[in-house]
C-alpha cells in the first residue's frame, strides 16, 4: 500500500508544485522558514502516519530519541497547539514522508462551500499572501485562487486517489496517534 501511496504522492506533489508556481508572487516560503511546523495540530490520516513513520525508521538514534522525547512531553503536556516533534532544528526530520498538510500549507484556496479564500496560518504573521489581505476588514485580493479544494480527506477520497487503490483510514490530530 505505501508503494501505490507514494505512487499517488508524485501526482499530488507535481499539482502543488505547479500551483506554488503560479503562485509565486505571494509567496514567501524559503529554507529555513518552519512557521507552518512551529504551531499547529497537523491531522494525518492513518496511511500518511504509516508513510511518516517509515521515514522515522530511517533515522538515527539520536534523532529518534529526541522525536520520542518530544512526544512524550507533549503528550504530558496536551497542548492543542504546538510545533511539530517531528521538525529538529527547524528542519523536518522527516521530509520525504511528510503528511499532505504540510505540503498544501502555504497555499490558498478558493473554498466554494464557504464562499471564500482559505489562507494558510503565516499570513497572519505576514508571510504568504500577506500584500492581498487586508487584516482590519479580512478581505482577500486575489485574483486567481487555486480552485483545488486543498484539504486532506479531499485530496485523499479523490477519483485520482482511488486509482491507486489506498485505504487512508481515520484522520486525526498526529499527537492522537501516540
Ligand atoms: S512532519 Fe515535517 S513538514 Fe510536517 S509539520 Fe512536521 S516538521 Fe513540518
Redesign the pocket.
Known sequence: MLKRYEEFLKTVDERLNKYFEEQCEYIKCKEGC?A??EI?E?PFSRLELEY?LSGYSQLSVQKKLKIRNEIIRLKRTKPKMHK?P??IDKK????KY??L??RIHGLAWYDETENRVRLPYCTNTGLNYAKVFDRKTGEVFLQNPIKERLRIDTILDSEEAQKYNLERGEIRPLLKWF
Not at 523536518?92 to 521530509?95: E, F, H, L, P, T
Request: glycine share 12%; aromatic share 18%; net charge positive.
Open positions: 518552519s507552518c511546523c499547529g497537523y511518516l511539530c517531528f521538525l523536518c526530520s522527516v521530509y511528510r503528511g498538510v504540510c
